[in-house]
């Protein structure tokens, strides 16, 4: 993990919170006379602890809480230890978990605290957007609070678009002059696009859905319009005319380690999370001067606004916690200043607090766009619908980019997949 430097936001926090010292034992004058709580933290965010143990300084110094982190590197052994704490209560008091969809069976299964309390409060505060809180629910009420945000822009190298007099787009006719631009004068792909892993092949699905039509986005994703719909079915077209046209890059591509610096020094622009900011950070790239992130134009015209996605992991609280109380406590402090001011220069992402300052002038001019402009948040699509019609719809995703399957094929075949699915999951768990 890379730490971000120390900018406005921590040094805004810095006054409020407790030194170094105090994470090995030493209490704040205003904390003397209590022995912190120690809630412990199960998370399988690898070389996250450091991000966590600044959050638990922030929460000792505000409420006299300290967070005991163990991370588990193995996914499967990470959900089966949470799923026996749901039943027996013998585990965390806080954890990590997914969001969307991902998170109903441990919501039904007894595994999360209702926190709702929790987000009417913060959202009365003016500390969270209400368009997250949807993300976390399940039959009406909220079970986790976002462990960051994370936007889905398009990151470029600012000296390419000098270089090339370009701007950033701001209609989807200037867009595909961009492209058109770099593939002439650099002579790459200007577009990033990769199958390796196959998740990555619903980046550009998402996003050229809700360029052209974000409400048909949201109704595929619950179920309300099949992938074979017409509407559905052009979108993949357009996609299609794209891969032709030579836009993106070859479907083995990696975006890891220095492949994120290669990749933008060539003129190629990425399509990723801002949680990506912090691996373009560590190849030496200097954030707003090297490159810069924008939002992707809206391919229909008649839009009134943009739309991007918003990817949020999940915290939440065991049900069966001993220290439930101070746990949900806990997680509403999560949500204020200075807390949100640590994560933000700690991770180099957004955060869910529109009113904590954030040091990054990428993830900072991002934020300010988005709620100046009003853009639409929208789920990513992996978090958008049972886990078996994702993984699997990934895989069909693919073919598609790989040129293996037409757009009809990949559509017919995402559809019997999603009726399998959603089948499955209303018999399971009833209509949503």
Do not use: C
């Not at 971000?4 to 105090?22: F, Q, R, Y």
């Not at 002038?361 to 886990?387: A, M």
Request: charged share 20%; aromatic share 10%.
């Amino acid at each position: 993990m890379i730490r971000g430097k120390k900018g406005i936001a921590l040094a805004a926090a810095s006054a409020l919170v407790v030194s170094t010292a105090a994470l090995t034992g030493a209490a704040s004058p205003a904390n003397a006379a209590a022995k912190p709580t120690v809630l412990k933290f199960y998370h399988d965010k690898n070389g996250w602890d450091s991000r966590f143990i600044a959050v638990s300084a922030g929460l000792k110094d505000g409420i006299n809480v300290t967070l005991k982190p163990s991370t588990y590197a193995d996914t499967t052994l990470y959900q089966n230890t949470l799923n026996q704490a749901a039943k027996t209560g013998k585990g965390p008091d806080l954890l990590t978990w997914w969001s969307g969809y991902r998170m109903v069976d441990g919501a039904k299964g007894g595994l999360f605290a209702d926190i709702s309390d929790v987000w009417q409060d913060a959202i009365k505060a003016g500390d969270v957007s209400p368009d997250l809180q949807k993300q976390f629910m399940v039959g009406g009420k909220t079970y986790a609070i976002p462990n960051g945000v994370s936007y889905w822009p398009l990151f470029y190298n600012k000296k390419v678009f000098a270089e090339l007099n370009l701007k950033v787009p701001t209609t989807w006719d200037e867009f595909i002059k961009v492209l058109d631009t770099i593939k002439k004068e650099k002579k790459v792909a200007p577009l990033s696009s990769s199958v390796d892993g196959k998740w990555p092949s619903f980046i550009w699905f998402e996003q050229l859905l809700i360029s052209q039509d974000p409400q048909l986005y949201l109704d595929l994703t619950s179920n309300k319009v099949k992938y074979n719909d017409p509407k559905v079915i052009a979108v993949l077209d357009r996609w299609k005319q794209m891969l032709d046209a030579g836009y993106f890059t070859a479907g083995d591509t990696s975006f890891w380690g220095d492949q994120s610096k290669k990749l933008l020094d060539q003129g190629t622009m990425i399509a990723l999370g801002t949680w990506y900011n912090g691996s373009i950070i560590a190849t030496g790239m200097t954030p707003g001067k090297d490159y810069d992130a924008f939002v992707i134009p809206n391919i229909n015209p008649a839009l009134k606004t943009q739309s991007i996605i918003v990817e949020s992991g999940a915290i939440g609280a065991l049900a069966k916690s001993k220290n439930l109380a101070t746990a949900k406590k806990a997680l509403r402090e999560w949500l204020k200043f200075p807390v949100q001011a640590i994560w933000a220069d700690q991770s180099g992402d957004g955060v869910p607090n529109p009113k904590v300052p954030v040091a990054d002038p990428v993830i900072k001019g991002l934020s300010k766009y988005v709620s100046t402009n009003k853009v639409n948040l929208i789920q990513r699509y992996w978090e958008s619908g049972p886990v078996p019609l994702i993984e699997g719809g990934v895989e069909i995703l693919s073919a598609f980019v790989l040129g293996t399957k037409t757009s009809k094929q990949a559509a017919d075949e995402l559809t019997a997949l999603s009726d399998k699915e959603w089948a499955a999951w209303t018999k399971k768990y009833g209509k949503s």
